[in-house]
């Protein structure tokens, strides 16, 4: 992530103007902020931490609402919310000058400025990601892909471009249920794997040619060497987003146990394989994904033990979608049997 997410390491890219004036250069005065109309502005629920989402843009607004359709909505009601996020689009006016920003403001405060409005909106992802890693203490949060299939809850924990979001997808394109893809939540109370039902991304929609041409599916930038394409940044990869709905009507998993922990590793050039892992090497990678840990203190540890009892554990050589989601549908396959 950027600066908060570099605490997380969740894994991460914007969208369209309304002219609601010149807000977007690095001049404008906290008094222009706090008299800019607003064109959407919506409150949502994350793990019953209410986020209000408001942008200067009607179009921003609408990828926003794309990004978090799945989620509850608590406009009209008098609560205050407990986190405000702003996104501030500069207009697209013929002749601007060069370098006019869009800006993130949590609360009144600047947090984010960039000139890709798709990019934004990926970093509107990552202050929500790190104000619930800041809040939320019902649940142990993982950055790990998770899906599900007859009952059996499987977890891909790991780092960002380790294969989670491809294998999960390429997994819910074989049928799977899904939980998220780079959000792995877990009940304190249960144990069990609950849904953050955000869309999935992916850098390459190539990887999947019977989706890569859907506009139902997928929404992101234009693609480099199209017409229309925003110019590459320096440390920064453009993502496309399917939502598991588009991709499969009735996809969202119900809550489920967790029967597999698998940590992929993306090795191009290697075949891909899977090894079991001992509980000890397990717990040793899944503290590393755990990014509230430090929040729960005993509880989570006595959590992830908990996981790691209940579930077979392994590490996975990823290299090839195909290959690789076969060997998890074979072991789940041969499991249930």
């Known amino acids: ?37 607003w064109a959407s502005q919506d409150c949502y629920d994350f793990l019953g931490h209410r986020v209000l989402v408001r942008s200067t843009s009607v179009e921003f607004g609408i990828l926003v609402r794309r990004l978090f359709r799945s989620f509850p909505v608590h406009n009209g009601d008098d609560l205050a919310p407990d986190l405000n996020l702003s996104a501030v689009i500069a207009p697209a006016a013929e002749g601007a000058e060069p370098g006019r920003l869009h800006a993130m403001y949590r609360g009144g405060e600047r947090v984010a400025e960039t000139d890709s409005r798709w990019k934004l909106l990926r970093l509107l992802e990552w202050k929500i990601d790190a104000y619930l890693t800041e809040g939320v203490r019902d ?4 950055h790990a892909g998770a899906v599900a299939r007859g009952g059996a809850g499987i977890l891909f924990p790991g780092p960002s471009r380790s294969g989670k979001s491809s294998l999960t997808m390429a ?19 249960d144990g069990h794997l609950q849904a953050f039902p955000r869309p999935v991304t992916c850098r390459d929609v190539e990887l999947f040619p019977d989706l890569e041409p859907r506009d139902d599916v997928w929404f992101g930038p234009v693609r480099t060497g199209s017409e229309g394409a925003e110019p590459a940044e320096s440390g920064y990869s453009p993502v496309w ?35 079991p892992m001992s509980h000890g090497q397990a717990m040793k990678q899944l503290l590393k994904s755990a990014v509230n840990f430090p929040r729960l203190g005993e509880e989570g540890l006595h959590l992830l033990g908990r996981i790691l009892e209940e579930a077979r554990c392994y590490s996975l ?3 090839g979608i195909e290959a690789t989601a076969k060997l998890v549908m074979d072991l789940v396959g041969v499991a249930a049997g």
């Not at 950027?2 to 309304?18: D, V, Y």
């Not at 998220?180 to 109370?189: C, I, N, P, R, Y």
Request: hydrophobic fraction near 40%; aromatic fraction near 10%; avoid cysteine.
């Open 317 to 319: 050589t990823a290299n």
């Open 1 to 37: 992530m950027t600066t908060e997410s570099s605490s997380l390491s969740f894994s991460i890219a914007g969208a369209h103007p309304m002219e609601v004036g010149t807000f977007g250069s690095r001049a404008t005065a906290l008094e222009g902020f706090e008299t800019l109309r």
């Open 171 to 189: 997994l819910l394109l074989q049928g799977y249920q899904y939980f998220s893809d780079e959000v792995g939540l877990v009940a304190l109370s």
């Open 139 to 142: 649940h142990l949060i993982l």
């Open 241 to 275: 987003y399917g939502h598991p709905e588009d991709v499969r009507p009735g996809s969202i998993a119900d809550p489920t146990q967790i029967n597999f922990v698998i940590f992929p590793t993306l090795e191009p050039g290697a075949t891909p394989q899977l090894r």
